[in-house]
């Protein structure tokens, strides 16, 4: 019964390339605006490939009738009835899209290796959000570091996109980042995914202090102007 229900929204998701009347966040973008956006620029301190879901065209390529489940630097893992409800959406938290997280039966996954410095603290955060309500509720997200799971909740309801933030520090050259998403009644929207090293006490002390210099300089040229 459960997948039965699923597979009627995903069916109707699909025939209508998303076109929903299910607003989750407070800026809908209707299926004409949400296209690929080429000027998409990144934050050059993060080390996230395509974190913003926002390099692949909403419409699948090779099929203009459904959504794209291609995500141009990031792996799928997972049965294919499961991996299959993950793709590109016109829900975003920010920018034209987001990732719609749709597994059907058991937890599936998506995964990028990231090029870390052994030694070194970084600040993982992104953007959650949830169709679900009671008394369909039945979901799970995880979040992995390097094969540690650091994060793990089940039955999240509805809620608008919702930034999540952790520190970790790497142990080695490259640490794998991982979510795993299983849904069974609605669906559950990622967005805005970021790991940046963590400045250290010293730069931040630094800038402090410059902008204080920098302060006193403008205090002394305005009194004597």
Known sequence: MKLTKK?????FGFATTLASTAVITGTYIPVAQAQYDP????DPRDIVFNGGFEIDPLVDPNDSTITNPNITGWTKLGDPINTSGTRISNFPQSGNQGLSLGGFVDLSYISQTLSTQPGLEYELSYYLASTDEAPDLDNQFQTFVGGNKIFDQKNI??????PYKF????????TELKFGNVDRYAFLYLDNVSVKPVPEPSTIEGIAFTAGLLGIWLKKKKAIS
């Open 167 to 174: 520190n970790f520090t790497a142990d080695a050259s490259s």
């Open 157 to 162: 309801s509805f809620q608008p996109y919702t």
């Open 7 to 11: 597979l009627s929204i995903i069916v």
């Open 39 to 42: 000027n998409y620029v990144l």
